[in-house]
């Protein structure tokens, strides 16, 4: 559809939730995967779990990726009866929810900003190898000892000419995590809107790109909606 908006999604095939974005249908949506993901064995996992038992039982679970769902069963035996669980995001909560937790605590913004809601200790947090800083950080502020499991590591993906060109053709860009950022920054023209999902991701996004915008997964197509009637107005 000649003079449609391009959407580019930089998330990994099959988990950009495209349905769930709410676009008009002129949208044109594509793929161009900033990162990859390999997982760790769950048995390297449950027997890291295990290693903490001195540690434990831990009063505060600490999920903040979808992609931790393969191994939230195994943290059970190490939490409290009356553990909270903290997350980011509809849709990890939603992760967790599935599993049979009650999420206590629900940042939508960011890790760092979630850090600040947790009060008890010790935290348990299960996530990435290369885990950001803000989270750490805030729980050592409130004087919250935290121990780091890690099952998956996310890696940057080489950009071939073709997907150079569409991030450079692209009306919109949705960019789910710093990492995903650094890989397609050099590829995106000023006039791009970025849509981000947080604080944390804006951050990283605005230090050489200011066109970005906060929007949850929900809230993109009437982002987009929006801004193209606005757009359409001020031609006519």
Same mark, same amino acid.
């Not at 000649?2 to 988990?15: K, Q």
């Not at 495209?18 to 769950?42: H, I, K, S």
């Not at 937790?101 to 935290?123: K, N």
């Not at 050592?140 to 993906?157: D, I, K, R």
């Given at each position: ?8 999604? +930089? ?8 349905? =769930? ?13 900033? +990162? ?7 048995? /390297? ?7 903490? =038992? ?9 999920? +903040? ?21 903290? $997350? ?24 760092? /900003?979630?850090? $600040? ?16 800083? /803000? ?44 990492? =995903?950022?650094?890989?397609? =920054?050099?590829?995106?023209?000023? /006039? $791009? ?6 604080? +944390? ?36």
């Amino acid at each position: 559809m000649p003079g449609s908006p391009l959407l580019v999604v +930089t998330r990994e095939a099959g988990v950009n939730s495209v349905a =769930a974005m709410g676009l008009p249908d002129t949208v044109v949506v594509r793929e161009v995967p900033a +990162t990859q993901t390999t997982f760790r064995d769950p048995s /390297e996992v449950r027997s890291d779990i295990q290693s903490l =038992a001195d540690r434990g039982p831990f009063a505060t679970l600490v999920v +903040t990726s979808v992609r931790a769902a393969d191994y939230v069963d195994l943290v059970r035996e190490a939490l409290a009866d009356d553990a909270d669980v903290a $997350t980011v995001g509809e849709a990890c909560a939603a992760m967790l929810d599935s599993h049979g937790y009650t999420v206590t605590h629900l940042s939508s913004t960011s890790a760092g /900003e979630l850090g $600040t809601q947790i009060t008890r200790g010790p935290a348990l947090i299960l996530g990435a190898a290369d885990m950001r800083p /803000e989270l750490p950080a805030a729980l050592t502020q409130g004087a919250l000892s935290f121990e780091h499991v890690w099952c998956y590591q996310t890696h940057p993906v080489t950009l071939s000419d073709a997907d150079r060109e569409l991030l450079a053709r692209a009306t919109y860009l949705h960019v789910a995590a710093p990492s =995903a950022w650094r890989v397609v =920054a050099s590829a995106v023209l000023p /006039e $791009t809107v970025v849509l981000v999902p947080g604080v +944390t991701t804006r951050d990283e996004v605005m230090r050489g790109h200011a066109n970005v915008v906060i929007a949850r997964t929900s809230e993109i197509g009437a982002v987009i909606t929006a801004r193209e009637e606005s757009d359409s107005g001020a031609r006519a």
